[in-house]
């Protein structure tokens, strides 16, 4: 089996994006607030969004779930306060589940958080209890700059996030550490914020102390891990330097990494750096990066190609393309097994 742990729902029906800018406008002209009832998606709309998608590209790859989450980069948390942000992520959570439910055997739905930028973390805890209760979510994603690229929230170390962390740990769900949108116009979406943002919170984790205080709380970073993989060498030596233990007593039984990297080498460097474990499989397809790469004729998002010429044992590659992430993600395993998987 192939888990792929990072997809988003890139592919929604207009009418919701069209629902997301009658709310913002509302954000001037209260007037023209919508209400939860007036986005109207059926299942056939729903269906034709994923069939010739998300679901076309996993047959063609060989990808039998996704962990599938609200679309990234419409987040943006820095959006309207938490009310606005409590609404968007109710809709985008419910249209997953929604997801998932057409197509048990494929999709599995992932939480956005209603984070706002200045808002206790805390607030976050009803939607992600009804996301795990009622929508069998098997994952979050967590935004470690709710403020869109200015980096006004504290460190993932600091306690204000303890809540949110005290509620994962008795779930024993995981989070995945995903920003959304940049207004900094410094740092471009996904080609600069997205990965600043995967090494800053590996950084921040290397600095603090949290899984002392949480040792069951599993955070995946995504996107291959940034820069992490490349300068492997001056975090550990950062470690050595801050008096902390080495990385892999430190972080690496918490701290997993994605192999959302779409090159031959850059997979290979992640596969040589990175302990097996620590790796899942994942290819955030229709996202990011969504065209055909003129030196292999393949989409740069084909991950599978990658990781199956990275020339791994069978037992190396069967637990990144499924076993880690069933070890991850226990209620993904707990799912799956109840399919008879």
């Known amino acids: ?125 009803p939607e992600l209890t009804r996301c795990v209760e009622e929508y069998g979510a098997v994952a979050l994603n967590l935004n470690p700059d709710p403020s869109g690229g200015h980096w006004s929230a504290p460190p993932l170390t600091d306690r204000s996030w303890y809540p949110l962390y005290e509620k994962m740990t008795e779930y024993d769900i995981p989070a995945m550490i ?54 492997w060498g001056r975090f550990r030596g950062l470690a050595m330097a801050l008096g902390k233990p080495p990385l892999e007593q430190h972080v690496l039984d918490n701290v997993y990494f994605d192999t959302c990297v779409y090159h031959q080498p850059g997979i290979d460097l992640l596969l040589d750096v990175i302990p097996t474990k620590n790796i899942l499989f994942a290819s955030e397809m229709i996202g990011a990066v969504r065209d055909i790469d003129p030196c292999t004729g393949h989409h740069f998002d084909d991950t599978r190609r990658y990781t199956e010429a990275a020339g791994l044992p069978a037992d190396r590659l069967a637990a990144i393309h499924e076993h880690n992430a069933r070890t991850v993600y226990p209620r993904l395993d707990t799912l799956l097994t109840a399919q008879g998987r």
């Not at 001037?28 to 939860?36: F, L, V």
């Not at 063609?60 to 820095?78: L, N, Q």
């Not at 080609?191 to 590996?202: Q, S």
Request: glycine letters at 6%; hydrophobic letters at 40%; one cysteine or more.
């Open 1 to 125: 089996m192939i888990i792929d742990c990072h997809g988003h729902y890139t592919t929604a029906p207009p009418a919701l994006e069209r629902w997301r800018n009658r709310q913002i406008a509302s954000l001037t002209d209260p007037t023209n607030a919508p209400t939860r009832s007036d986005l109207r998606i059926s299942d056939d709309e729903l269906r034709e969004s994923i069939d010739g998608n998300q679901l076309r590209l996993m047959d063609e790859r060989g990808i039998d779930m996704t962990v599938f989450s609200p679309r990234a980069s419409f987040m943006a948390h820095h959006v309207g306060g938490f009310e606005t942000s409590a609404a968007w992520a109710a809709i985008c959570n419910e249209l997953c589940f929604r997801v998932s439910q057409l197509y048990p055997e494929r999709f599995a739905p992932a939480a956005m958080l209603p984070q706002s930028p200045g808002v206790d973390p805390a607030t976050c805890i």
């Open 178 to 231: 995903h920003v959304s949108t940049s207004v900094n116009p410094a740092f471009h979406t996904t080609g600069a914020h997205y990965l600043n943002a995967d090494t800053t919170a590996f950084m921040q984790l290397v600095q603090g102390d949290l899984f002392t205080d949480f040792p069951t709380l599993r955070l995946v970073i995504p996107h291959g891990g940034g820069a992490i993989p490349y300068h």
